[in-house]
């Protein structure tokens, strides 16, 4: 049995395993000086503490910090969900019902990330919320965006629509 500790903060975590990852994500530049070109700027970064199986991502933007929510490996979700263990769960894909109309598995229900606002108080708050997109990336939005809202059961489905379906057979892109 091997047991590590980490100290982030004032934080610390003991379990059997834990690996922290800081990923800088760069979506936007800026103009360097005297519009001499683009200099790109890294807007927000991940950090991403896994702890045996299950996972805590937080996302830094700018200066603010995105709410903490946890996030579930593809092949966990797959196994979960065929053998019927997400039954009282809440499974939404917050793609585009274009991408939808793609590829679909039919236990989750479509709720395209715009409307996730307007239809917030569909969304239980006695059970978990897992959350799909299609590379994992909106979904880590919204379960930023329902945490801040006050949902404490929500997990992020890593890898998105692409990784289920490959593990389903189908080539997703």
Sequence with gaps: MRISTLSIGALQFAKYEIFVKIYPVTFGCEKGLHGRGLNLKP??????????????????????????????????????????????????DVREPAEWDYYHLDELELLPMNTIPSRLEEAPRDRPIYVVCAHGVRSAHVCAYLKHHGFEEVVNVEGGMAALAQLGGFQYD
């Design 43 to 92: 807007i927000f970064d991940i950090l991403l503490v896994t702890i045996g199986c299950r996972a805590l991502l937080r996302i830094k933007l700018g200066g603010a910090v995105m709410e903490e929510f946890e996030s579930i490996e593809p092949v966990q979700f797959y196994k979960k969900l065929k053998q019927g263990e997400l039954e009282g769960a809440k499974l939404i």
